[in-house]
């Protein structure tokens, strides 16, 4: 339990037994809020249940407040309570229950933050899913990087995470691929060719031609007829694009459990299936020949297509076949991460989604916005050679793992990124990804001259003394945060939280080190100082962890 849940349980019990000692009325009260204070003049957390219980309770809030108080106070893990107008009760932790958190995290190592739960809940996290028709872009790469993350959070947790990527294999965009990737094929045999206007130009195309020209030429002339060998070049194409895609995300740190492939649910009779069922759940009507979903009964602008006037399903319907799969695993919460082109298809598969039947919570879609190169305050195209496309495969290229996962988390979904490329470059402390892992290697280096003076660390000799100032206190109530850091982002899908909180936390790390020397000739100083950077240490690692970031020893 961390101590925001604590205080939380405090808070209820306190309630419980001002009721039980007829100081309160017994009533209906309202569920416990725990909250940061924006000061730190007004605490470590406060509560507005003064308030918020006042109208059942039938007492002011400050006079529910000061009742409060007596009982909360007498708790080891708080220092002092403060009840302000208009209710707020302010609550100051305890310098003993920090320190002895201090030993928690020593003890508990790559585990601090982590929660285990006897049944853990089951999570489905699809994003990326990018067309199988070209290189992964860097729209992609922040969806791919905002959904590791997240699953990261899930499983700190203690849910069990199935990561899954859906792949379009199926329908027009895969023929036309096919049929850009035969025109090519053909030029390379030096046959003037038609290329489709609204055909595929990337230079990638023509890699595929080659590709299949190299390993399978013999099997493209056995063919009877074009439509046989536009489909075998979709197939193909669609192999090709998708081992770059599986090659790109692996380097990118990002694996998946599973993927899906839409193909599948058209073979296996599954979109037929899904619609019988929406048929029989009355949510479909007919309109000149086509089959709609009442999209508008479940706050869509309008209802719409699942069955074409000449049978053939949309692409709406094998999504709802596909998500109606999802359910049936039996997951406790869907999540899926989308780009910013499909804000309007929201309410109708979520719309779907409850038609079948889901749960209220247990599905949500998270929009990854747009992504803006900038150089020098200017937007740039990272590719000289595939044209329209900035890929992540150059990204990486550009800058690396580390500091493209960072960038990508480093702002909440809902918001537009400029990714500065010139920033991202930078190896100083402006920027973020430097700044933290410098942290790290700073505290590695002074374990490393610690042990070149021969000086010995004993993590379990904490004197409390020499924790006892403004800096180390600071650095103590930010370490003790970290496992509810994590329960929230996780919660509320915001990896940039964990993001904003390790470079609060660097920024303390820093102004200790700049006010108390570690390495001193006093032993017992210097081995609490050494335990209290240990546990900074841990704190960083675990939590560029949880990024996808790595935490180096040196630099």
């Not at 930078?426 to 700073?442: I, T």
């Not at 505290?443 to 042990?451: K, L, N, Q, T, V």
């Amino acid at each position: 339990m961390n101590v925001k849940d604590e205080i939380e349980q405090l808070i209820r019990e306190s309630l419980q037994s001002a009721i039980r000692d007829g100081k309160l009325p017994d009533a209906e009260l309202p569920f416990v809020k725990v909250e940061y204070p924006k000061d730190e003049r007004f605490g470590d957390y406060a509560t507005p249940i003064a308030m918020e219980s006042a109208r059942v309770l039938r007492k002011s809030p400050l006079e529910i407040g000061a009742i409060l108080q007596e009982y909360v106070g007498k708790a080891p893990l708080v220092e002092r309570v403060e009840v302000v107008k208009p209710g707020f009760i302010n609550l100051f932790v305890s310098f003993d229950s920090l320190a002895n958190n201090l030993s928690r995290v020593l003890a508990e190592g790559d585990g601090y933050g982590r929660t285990t739960r006897a049944t853990p809940f089951r999570v489905n996290i699809e994003f990326v899913s990018a067309n199988p028709t070209g290189p992964l872009n860097i729209v992609s790469a922040r969806a791919a990087a905002l959904g590791d993350s997240i699953a990261n959070l899930y499983e700190a947790t203690g849910a069990t995470v199935d990561r899954e990527f859906y792949v379009n294999d199926y329908g027009n965009q895969v023929t036309l691929l096919g049929r850009s990737v035969l025109c090519r094929y053909r030029e390379l045999a030096g046959e003037a060719v038609a290329f489709p206007e609204d055909g595929y130009h990337g230079e990638y195309v023509k890699d595929i031609a080659r590709h299949v020209r190299e390993q399978h030429a013999a099997e493209v002339e056995s063919l009877p007829d074009d439509e046989a060998r536009i489909a075998y070049m979709a197939e193909k194409a669609v192999a090709y694009n998708v081992a770059g895609q599986r090659e790109d995300l692996a380097r990118f740190n990002v694996r998946f459990a599973r993927w899906f492939s839409e193909k599948t649910l058209h073979e296996s009779g599954a979109v037929e299936r899904t619609s019988e069922l929406l048929g029989a759940r009355g949510v479909l009507r007919e309109e000149e020949g086509k089959k709609l979903f009442v999209a508008t009964a479940y706050g869509d602008e309008k209802d719409r297509v699942v069955v074409r006037d000449d049978g053939r399903p949309t692409y709406l319907l094998a999504d709802i076949a596909y998500h109606r799969d999802k359910l049936e695993r039996g997951y406790d919460r869907i999540i899926d991460v989308w780009g910013p082109d499909h804000h309007g298809y929201i309410a109708r598969l979520a719309g779907a989604m409850t038609a079948l039947g889901a749960p209220a919570g247990r599905f949500s879609i998270l929009i990854a916005q747009q992504v803006n190169l900038i150089m020098e305050g200017e937007i740039v195209k990272m590719s000289k050679r595939l044209g329209q496309f900035s890929t992540m495969r150059e990204l990486i290229d550009e800058i690396g793992v580390d500091v493209a996962r960072y960038f990508f988390v480093m702002r909440s979904l809902e918001s537009h990124l400029d990714f500065d490329l010139a920033l991202a470059k930078r190896e100083s402390s402006e920027n973020p990804v430097f700044y933290l892992q410098y942290a790290h290697a700073r505290i590695c280096s002074i374990f490393r001259e610690a042990e070149k003076r021969g000086v010995a660390y004993t993590p379990g000799a904490v004197d409390r003394e020499p924790l006892q100032n403004r800096e180390a206190v600071a650095l103590l109530k930010l370490i003790a945060r970290f496992p509810e850091e994590i329960v929230d982002a996780a919660t509320q899908c915001e990896p940039h939280r964990i993001a904003n909180y390790l470079l609060r936390f660097a920024q303390q790390y820093h102004r200790f080190y700049t006010e108390h020397r570690v390495i001193s000739d006093d032993p017992v100083t210097t081995n609490t100082y050494l335990a209290l950077c240990d546990a900074v240490r841990i704190v960083m690692r675990n939590g560029l962890r949880l990024l996808g970031v790595t935490a180096p020893e040196r630099m």
